[in-house]
């Protein structure tokens, strides 16, 4: 999985030098990133003779039960479940913290991508239905993958991966505020009423921002649930506006995948049903 490094004054304490060992047999090529539950590496695997890539719990939160529990879990899910379109785990990991064995992914971001230019209609309905696939499958074995967003999708030479199951859950209630910022649906800030539905609204958001590198709500998407915005922050975004530069059908199923309501959006068949002809000869997943 190729990540962008941050920046060496960013980096917390606790983390691991090149050369160091993060797991046994695993050792350090580069940190590639500080996050607020793990540490992400780039290692060489003395068993497997190639680079992979390591998530970690962080140092300073291996006493907290419910972030050990969520580590693990993600690792679990990822080394069992299989996809074409999903990032391949090949271990998980309890000591000397709770980690996750993933391949290395040597594409770009869609995010990445998109800062440098929006896509086209095809390439867009070609990412939509690769993506729908993937969660699709994820759906069927019970689980929402509750942060879709061009940041964790890879792409290369066309094909899709969908990365980082941090956040994933079961349909239902979930904790309040769960997300993303800009790609959060209003039943996801809410804490309630997660389902299919849910992962519908970032597959939108997550198009549309493909389409024309722009969040259609924008990023200060927060709803009125979110408590830790301040209060000016605090009202519904306006509708999206239409999209007038693609075809009709895309710019209605976009916009119907962002309706507030999770009821009023389309199912993932129905999305895959106009995204189809749209993509022309590379309708199939790859």
């Known amino acids: 999985m190729k990540l962008r490094r941050r920046d060496e004054d960013a980096l917390g304490t606790g983390t691991l030098a090149a050369g160091e060992e993060v797991l046994p047999g695993y050792r350090v090529v580069a940190l590639l990133a500080h996050g607020r539950r793990v540490d992400t590496y780039d290692v060489w695997s003395e068993h497997r003779q190639c680079r992979c890539v390591v998530k970690i719990l962080r140092e300073d939160r291996r006493d907290d039960p419910r972030v050990r529990d969520a580590v693990l879990l993600e690792g679990r899910l990822l080394r069992d479940l299989t996809h074409p379109h999903l990032v391949r785990g090949y271990e998980v990991h309890d000591h000397p913290a709770p980690a996750m064995v993933l391949e290395t992914l040597t594409g770009a971001t869609l995010a990445a991508l998109v800062d440098d230019g929006p896509l086209g209609a095809g390439d867009v309905a070609l990412l939509g239905l690769q993506l729908s696939s993937v969660l699709g499958y994820l759906h069927r074995e019970g689980w929402l993958h509750l942060d879709v967003k061009p940041a964790n999708v890879v792409v290369e030479e066309g094909r899709t991966t969908l990365i980082d199951l941090s956040l994933v859950d079961t349909p239902g209630s979930g904790r309040p505020g769960a997300g993303t910022r800009g790609y959060l649906a209003p039943e996801q800030a809410r804490g309630e009423g997660l389902s299919s539905a849910t992962d519908i609204w ?46 009709r059908e895309l710019d209605e199923l976009l916009r119907t995948c962002l309706s507030q309501d999770p009821a009023a959006r389309p199912r993932l068949d129905d999305v895959r049903a106009i995204l189809s002809p749209l993509a022309g000869e590379a309708a199939g997943t790859r």
């Open 202 to 247: 970032g597959l939108g958001v997550t198009l549309v921002e493909a389409l024309t590198g722009e969040m259609p709500y924008g990023d200060e998407a927060t709803w009125d649930s979110r408590r830790r915005i301040p209060v000016v922050h605090r009202r519904a975004p306006r509708p999206p506006r239409p999209l007038t530069s693609v075809p």
